[in-house]
């Protein structure tokens, strides 16, 4: 359930995104200082390219500056910058990218992130170390690296996770949970990877 | 060690397919201390639940952060040009 705190966010982005439908490029350049940082964020884990992050980054909000008069309501404003923001940086992708990953079992996946496993602590140490989350959300698939920005990294409700990805809320949670054993078992190879040199 | 084990009514394979919605706080009250029980018993659910919970938490406190004031400023600057133009 939202807190306090993120109804409140939620009401002064549809203040602001009201006024600047209506002209106000102050309250605009507001709702971008608010959510820049996100979507910047979501672009390069999504692009895994500087430039083309930047360039995902501004074609978002110059849509939705164009687009601010039509925004519906229907959502939160932070999901519809998102879903604007991964359309783009689908327009971006590398062919890569769009290749199907292979149906995983709960049950290998549980396995690969340590379950039952003597060094699952590795994953508890490596979570601690944003170069080594960085380096781990690389190596996912593009679904599941997205799922995962918007509902952990930005703390996006459900309903607002998966209306960014045109998701049911069931198959949202299904892609989550794989995608946080999937970032758990690379985290966990990943420190075996990264012994320490003396 | 199986998934099969069954403890506090849940096997292993129900506690892991059940563990997302147990971090989120998306389970109803009996379900939730099901999985609790669980996990109070069985060590290796329990820790790989504290490894799947502490990268959930690693995701959003190291994550986070505005853009580079570089990468702000030209988004400004094209945001200016596309109003100016508008």
Redesign the interface.
Known sequence: MPDQADLADAQRDRDLIARAAAGD?AA??AL?ARH??A???LATILTRDAAAA?DV??DT??AA??GAAGFRGDGSVASWLFAIARHAAHRHGRRADQVPVAPES??AL?AA????QPD??T??AA????AA??RALAELPVDERAV?VLR??E?LS?HDTAAALELTLPAM?SR??RA??R??AT??RQGGDHVPRS | MSLDRELAGLTCRQVLDRLGDYLDGDLAPAARAAVETHLRGCDACARLGGAVGAVVGGLRQRLGGDAPADVAARLSERLAREAGEA
């Open positions: 490029r605009f350049g971008v820049r940082g979507i910047h964020r930047e980054l501004q909000f110059v500056l164009r709960l049950d549980g992130a340590g379950w039952g699952v602590e994953v508890v979570a601690e170390e944003r989350l960085e995962l952990d990294v703390g459900g949670k989550l949970h946080r054993l970032l758990a985290l966990r």
